[in-house]
């Protein structure tokens, strides 16, 4: 494919992408001229005044066919320069836009005047709201980083630390168990004895102000969450949290229900019951 056909097929490709782009205005030029005349400057005034709340995708710049294709390919650039000279700091750009000089090398008009131009592209700010759609770009979905559980047993914690330490001493994905959080019976309503723990939570929360916690519920004794139970504690915990000033952003909950048991359910004892009906905090950034 030779140089002039493949610049025709970039050219035929750009233009059906800025047709989406729906709002063109082109100013011409005398023959082997980069400065427009008079009239054209008035016209191109004329709209610099009408869309200082436009915004402009991208400028293409054109040659008739006389000369050579290196002079005309200069030519095309600055009449492109021409103009962005006249609109900069007049009309919003788009940070990401393009200039393009053609020269000649262009689906050309039998009229020669209709092809010394440059071609401004650009959207109304009626349409700003529809920006990204009119260019026909695809916003890139954001995939949420898997933070792996790191349970608080393999930590090997000191024996007498306090909560504070625990968050000193561990990393993104850490589980720690909040000792003392309880709750009256088949409610999510905490227990007064639960004070202190929470108490120290919000201290913490406090002293490390980057901290970001996902509270995660659990139950035991059933072979299902039939009420979410487990969400209702955790929601329940967060916002008492929230009505002591911890931000709401800082903190997400998660119910597991039965489905993350120390022991099996049934359990065998009391004290199994209790390891797993528990609240857990897991370490999301800090």
């Not at 009449?79 to 000089?101: A, G, M, P």
């Not at 700003?128 to 047993?153: F, H, N, Q, S, V």
């Not at 930590?155 to 330490?165: G, H, R, S, V, Y």
């Not at 489905?259 to 797993?276: D, H, M, T, Y």
Request: proline share 3%.
């Amino acid at each position: 494919m030779n140089i002039k056909r493949l610049l025709l097929c970039t050219l035929i490709f750009f233009s059906f992408e800025l047709v989406k782009a729906q709002e063109q205005f082109s100013v011409f030029f005398d023959s082997n001229k980069f400065e427009v005349t008079k009239s054209e400057n008035k016209k191109l005034q004329d709209w610099i005044m009408a869309n200082k709340d436009s915004k402009i995708v991208a400028v293409n710049g054109y040659t008739d066919e006389d000369g050579s294709n290196s002079l005309n390919d200069t030519l095309s650039k600055k009449r492109v320069d021409f103009i962005l000279n006249q609109i900069k700091n007049q009309v919003k750009i788009r940070e990401d836009f393009k200039t393009r000089s053609f020269g000649e090398n262009f689906q050309q008009s039998k009229n020669k005047a209709e092809n010394r131009k440059v071609t401004i592209y650009y959207i109304l700010s009626k349409d700003l709201a529809r920006e990204e759609e009119i260019l026909g770009i695809k916003k890139t979905e954001i995939i949420p980083e898997e933070i792996i559980p790191i349970e608080e047993e393999t930590m090997n914690f000191p024996e007498k630390a306090t909560l504070a330490d625990k968050i000193k001493l561990s990393r993104k994905g850490t589980l720690i168990r909040l000792n003392d959080i309880n709750f009256y019976v088949n409610t999510f309503a905490v227990l007064p004895t639960s004070k202190r723990a929470i108490d120290e939570l919000i201290r913490v929360m406090d002293s490390f102000p980057k901290l970001k916690i996902e509270i995660q519920g659990h139950i035991c004794c059933v072979p299902k969450d039939a009420r979410n139970l487990s969400l209702e504690r955790a929601r329940q915990v967060k916002r008492i949290l929230v009505s002591e000033g911890i931000r709401e952003k800082r903190i997400q909950v998660k119910g597991f229900g039965v489905s993350k048991p120390k022991f099996p359910i049934p359990e065998k004892s009391e004290v199994e019951a209790a390891r797993n009906r528990r609240v857990e905090i897991m370490i999301l950034e800090k």
